[in-house]
């Protein structure tokens, strides 16, 4: 289904809600700003709009034979809206290519654990929270009401994730741009931007960029599919001050090494590159030795 296509109502279940039709709500407020939504008990015969989480539809998870994702998540009603129409949100801001990219991570990261919770309960924080707009068993309040409150704080959050996914794809031009004047696999920005959706999958093992707190950053990349790097900061320089770092390094801006080993910091940016250059001939040695 394109979005130009989406109706400008739809139903869904009356009664206690989830975080799984409440983030389905506010998903489609944001798809198709105006939209009706309308809490039901039964899909009303004739119905022309668009049914989630209810009535065995399209957007329905509850019948027998529901989809089920490869890797054997099953489908929510979110997970289905977003599997129909996230990579089409995406391209508000994103290419093609990054909004397909973006959209697989973000169901991957946000959508399937929220569509695991609803289908088993394993518990989730969010899905909690939003659990959490319910009127309790000895409460007045309305549950409609509640519903679209909860709909309300529920758009608020996706519109952020919206901006941060956007924000990445708005940097990935600026990554790959600097990734095509990369020396010794250290890619130098010009400015901080998000690089990791760019740079793991690439060649490139250390990213080296104006750090937000002053200096530069330099930071290890992480590869491959469990996301580890191919080679850290020395051992020998993790959580040493600065002093001592200088003294191991003989670099005299270096300022900090993370306990991690996978963040410097300097107050020039060619000692920032030059550490890196330290730490790539060190694991060569090590590989040697």
């Not at 659990?131 to 309790?136: K, Y």
């Not at 600097?178 to 060649?203: F, I, T």
């Not at 992480?222 to 080679?231: C, F, M, R, Y």
Request: proline share 4%; charged share 20%.
């Amino acid at each position: 289904m394109q979005l130009s296509s989406l109706p400008p109502c739809a139903v869904t279940h009356a009664g206690k809600f989830h975080a799984d039709d409440v983030f389905s709500g506010a998903l489609l407020h944001i798809l198709r700003p105006g939209i009706g939504i309308t809490r039901v008990f039964q899909v009303p015969d004739g119905f022309d709009g668009l049914a989630f989480d209810v009535g065995w539809g399209s957007f329905d998870h509850h019948q027998k034979g529901a989809p089920v994702r490869e890797n054997g998540v099953p489908y929510a009603a979110f997970g289905l809206l977003w599997r129909a129409f996230g990579a089409q949100l995406l391209m508000r801001g994103c290419s093609a290519e990054d909004a397909a990219r973006e959209a697989g991570h973000f169901d991957e990261v946000f959508v399937q654990p929220l569509d695991l919770d609803d289908n088993t309960g394993c518990g989730n924080d969010v899905a909690s929270v939003i659990g959490s707009f319910n009127p309790t068993w000895d409460s007045s309040l309305s549950a409609d009401e509640q519903y679209f409150k909860a709909v309300a704080f529920a758009e608020v959050i996706l519109r952020n994730k919206l901006e941060e996914i956007w924000a990445v794809c708005r940097a990935s031009g600026i990554v790959r741009e600097a990734l095509k004047q990369m020396e010794n696999r250290v890619v130098v920005l010009d400015r901080y931007c998000p690089w990791k959706g760019v740079l793991a999958h690439s060649e490139a093992q250390f990213v080296v960029y104006p750090s937000q707190r002053g200096g530069f950053g330099a930071q290890v990349v992480p590869s491959g599919a469990d996301g580890e790097p191919e080679i850290d900061f020395p051992a020998a320089w993790a959580g040493k001050s600065a002093e001592e770092l200088q003294k191991l390094t003989g670099l005299a801006s270096i300022r900090f090494c993370h306990n991690g080993r996978f963040l410097v910091t300097c107050d020039e940016l060619e000692d920032a590159v030059a550490a890196c250059r330290l730490a790539q001939r060190a694991g060569e040695k090590k590989q040697k030795g």
